[in-house]
């Protein structure tokens, strides 16, 4: 399975972004999905999650009510839009899937992932 993130780039605070992550390479249409970010000097933490069908998301504190993940119907792709960025919301941002139709929050709970995009929030 390959997973190819896109849309990072650089914002001001308060504005949005979209994330995008194509799967490939094999069906992951019952896979959960779920995206990370790291910052500078960080470990990889949990950003959101979505489980196999689509319809249960979970999301970190912090991002709750400004984050939004959710799949295509086919499920191959995932999607983060960020809204109301925030500098502390700089990192890489990373899309994962697991061999699991249930959704999770550890880094060790996913056995793929794709290569990363940059989101720059600036004050």
């Known amino acids: 399975v390959q997973l190819q993130a896109s849309g990072g780039g650089l914002v001001q605070a308060g504005g949005s972004l979209s994330l995008s992550c194509a799967a490939s390479g094999r069906t992951v249409s019952s896979y959960a999905k779920g995206w990370f970010r790291q910052a500078p000097g960080k470990e990889r933490e949990f950003v959101a999650a979505v489980g196999w069908s689509g319809l249960s998301t979970y999301y970190e504190d912090s991002v709750k009510g400004r984050f939004t993940i959710s799949r295509d119907n086919a499920g191959n792709t995932v999607y983060l839009q960020m809204n109301s960025l925030k500098p502390e919301d700089t990192a890489v941002y990373y899309c994962?899937?697991?061999?699991?139709?249930?959704?999770?929050?550890?880094?060790?709970?996913?056995?793929?992932w794709g290569q990363g995009t940059q989101v720059t929030v600036s004050s």
């Open positions: 994962a899937a697991r061999d699991s139709i249930f959704l999770a929050t550890a880094v060790s709970d996913y056995n793929y």
